[in-house]
């Protein structure tokens, strides 16, 4: 097997031979050998070889997986759009140019930096029943990011390389809608067509996130509704993708999907977590004690965590949708009860019956209800680096409401998981450690709802 191809050094010959099922390709160039993985022998002519190799010679390709997560668990003909999507988002990482762009999107178009906020009558509220121990407890404000959520972060980033690499139509799938409004309005500012599928049917997302509807449809985005949940509007996404693999970006909002989504997602949202620590050494000169996160996809709590990784002392704390409890079949709890599976392209922690068959997940925050996972939070809860817990609808209600009424912010219900799960850490942590909450969304889409389920409205 040997081929000549045009590489950003010329021409050259590129040798192959077969290693655990991967093709490894020889380039020479003068004394000089660089070994690369490719993809497959069939397609290794139409890669775009001169985005392989960068100015120093390294390949440009990001890790695959996260130990056994993760991957490219797909039919061979989507193998080379996804590798050269993998090429696309490593050569705008490492260009100067489309990082200043980003940097500058992010700042006067998102609204970043978010501030640090001090909840001082949430850390009064705890510290009032526990003897007045308890832990000074902040917020990672996303929630007044542009849109709302911290979905804009990747939103903006994704569309601007779906622009940079040539593409004209967006297609997105969105579960509580935040993604699918981020999209919306980064293609309405990028010119880009914007197609967005949301589940619907028997009180799906779309009757149940409307007013996201409507801010799609007013950004000229189009709305299409599948028939079930978010997972379900994520597969019909991807077989619009499919048949449309020239022409359309597919732009997926969560850490999920085959390689390189779950990497490229959570980085464009590791902008969280290098803020916060910047924020907490300015607040307090160290670092925060405790990081919380919701958890559906893991988008956001990566976004937070990352950065604090190789921090053995800062615990790392993600929070699932236990619905209506654990032991009943109405929750989304794929850390708690879910097994390793693999489902939308990529192996991660899945919730699924004996058979394997995916089970519905649950919850009364639509954003949460995926049953799969991110596969890198997969690894880290195996490799014991973040734990994991889970709380109940009930439970995120009543977080939801408390926040309004104590800091006289909205959380979203997403975020309400995040913030419920304070009554099982407080009491556990000494007086004055520093917990960061990441309020990941605006509560305003939930409002009506949340006044529905509310006794008395009162
Ligand atoms: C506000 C908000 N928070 C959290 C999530 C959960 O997603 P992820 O776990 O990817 O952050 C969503 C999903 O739609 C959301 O809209």
């Not at 991967?22 to 069939?42: E, H, L, W």
């Not at 439970?395 to 959380?411: D, N, Q, S, T, V």
Request: charged letters at 20%; a neutral charge.
């Amino acid at each position: 097997m040997a081929f000549n191809v045009e590489t950003n050094f010329g021409q050259g010959k590129v040798f192959g031979r077969k290693l655990h099922n991967f093709p490894i390709f020889r380039y020479k160039k003068g004394a000089n050998v660089i070994f690369c993985v490719a993809i497959g022998p069939t397609q290794v002519p139409q890669l775009p070889w001169k985005l392989i190799f960068n100015e120093k010679e390294r390949p440009l390709l990001s890790n695959e997986k996260f130990g056994i997560y993760g991957g490219k668990f797909v039919p061979e003909t989507l193998i080379s759009s996804l590798t050269k999507l993998d090429y696309e988002f490593y050569s705008a990482l490492h260009d100067p140019q489309f990082q200043m762009e980003l940097e500058v999107a992010l700042r006067d178009y998102v609204g970043r930096e978010t501030p640090l906020h001090f909840a001082q009558r949430l850390t009064d509220y705890y510290k009032s029943i526990n003897k007045g121990i308890g832990p000074d407890i902040y917020l990672k404000r996303e929630d007044l990011n542009h849109g709302g959520a911290h979905k804009i972060n990747n939103a903006i980033a994704q569309a601007m390389l779906a622009k940079r690499i040539g593409f004209k139509n967006v297609v997105v799938s969105t579960g509580a809608g935040q993604h699918g409004v981020a999209t919306a309005a980064a293609c309405a500012k990028l010119s880009l067509e914007c197609t967005i599928f949301m589940g619907s049917l028997d009180m799906g997302d779309m009757e149940r996130q409307p007013s996201n509807v409507l801010l799609m449809k007013n950004l000229g985005a189009k709305v299409k509704s599948v028939k079930g949940s978010f997972k379900d509007a994520m597969s019909e996404g991807i077989r619009y993708w499919v048949n449309n693999l020239d022409k359309t970006y597919f732009l997926v909002g969560a850490t999920i999907g085959s390689h390189p989504c779950p990497t490229m997602i959570r980085e464009f949202q590791t902008i969280i977590g290098k803020e916060t620590r910047k924020q907490a050494m300015e607040k307090w000169g160290g670092k925060p004690h405790v990081l919380v996160a919701c958890v559906g996809s893991g988008s956001n709590a990566l976004g937070l965590f990352h950065e604090f990784i190789q921090d053995d002392h800062v615990r790392l704390i993600g929070v699932e949708a236990s619905g209506t409890g654990l032991d009943s079949d109405q929750h989304s709890a794929a850390m708690a009860r879910g097994q390793v599976g693999v489902y939308h392209g990529a192996m991660s922690y899945l919730l699924q019956d004996e058979e394997g068959q995916v089970i519905v997940p649950y919850s009364i925050s639509v954003g949460l209800e995926y049953p799969g996972v991110s596969p890198e939070l997969s690894f880290l809860k195996d490799k014991g680096r973040i734990e994991f817990s889970t709380v109940t609808d009930e439970e995120a209600l009543e977080a939801y409401k408390r926040l309004c009424r104590l800091e006289g912010i909205i959380p979203s219900l997403e975020a309400s998981h995040a913030i419920a799960f304070l009554d099982k850490l407080c009491y556990t942590l000494k007086d004055g450690e520093k917990v960061i909450i990441n309020l990941s969304g605006h509560g305003e889409k939930d409002a009506a709802f949340v006044f529905n389920h509310t006794p008395n409205h009162e």
